[in-house]
């Protein structure tokens, strides 16, 4: 049930889509209130939220001035025990981290690499489990929704969505792994494809959300 499997910047595509579109699209819908919420949805051990606050610091430099939080959540207690310590050891930071961001946004710490108290104080992490009443979460405008869906039976992945659907803000997006697909799920979300890769817009507004 918890394979953590993951790694920073998994999967390239998603995270120029979010670079070159996503996240400036969010910037202009958000300017006004200067507020950014973002969702990693299955954490894992953190690699996730990380590389998205990496993303963030190099390349939006107007977030400096924003009020801006990760939050990384996942069922596996120890997986987020890993995640809020934020020390990788050499084999994980060799895999999908350039050697520029690497020297740049972790720092050095004998066999370990540990990840900047900028970065650290930009995500929280927390347990939840998705097939279950979450916990209180405030409303995303990004959820990362990543290669956790093929763990779900049809009728669990339709109650996630859901769960997600009541938490992903009207104009927010929902990203789901290279080869996951919200199918189940057209009546709450309907897909768009840029930057070869699909994300999911909310469809329809539910009636009281809360950030
Ligand atoms: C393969 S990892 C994916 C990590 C990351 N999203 C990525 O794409 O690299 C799947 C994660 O989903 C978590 N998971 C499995 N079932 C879950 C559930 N019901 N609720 C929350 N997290 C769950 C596992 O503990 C694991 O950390």
Known sequence: MTINETSFFRDHCLFDALRETVVPQLIKSNSAERKLRIWSAAASTGQEAYSIAMLLCEH????????????????????????????????????????????????????????????????EFRYANLCATL????????????????????????????GVHQHTSERGYVMLGASEQAEDSTTLFHAEFTKQCYFYRPIAKPESRSR
Do not use: H
């Open 60 to 123: 939006f430099l107007t977030l400096e001035s924003w009020d801006v939080k990760i939050v990384g959540t996942d069922i596996s207690r120890p997986a987020i025990g890993c995640a809020r310590r934020g020390s990788y050891r050499r084999l994980e930071v060799n895999r999908g981290l350039p050697a520029r961001m690497l020297v740049k946004y972790l720092t050095r710490d004998g066999e370990e690499w540990e990840i900047a108290p900028k970065l650290k104080s930009m995500c």
């Open 135 to 162: 916990p209180a979460l405030p409303t995303f405008d990004l959820v990362l929704l990543r290669n956790v869906l093929l763990y779900f039976t049809p009728q669990d992945r339709k109650s996630v969505f859901r």
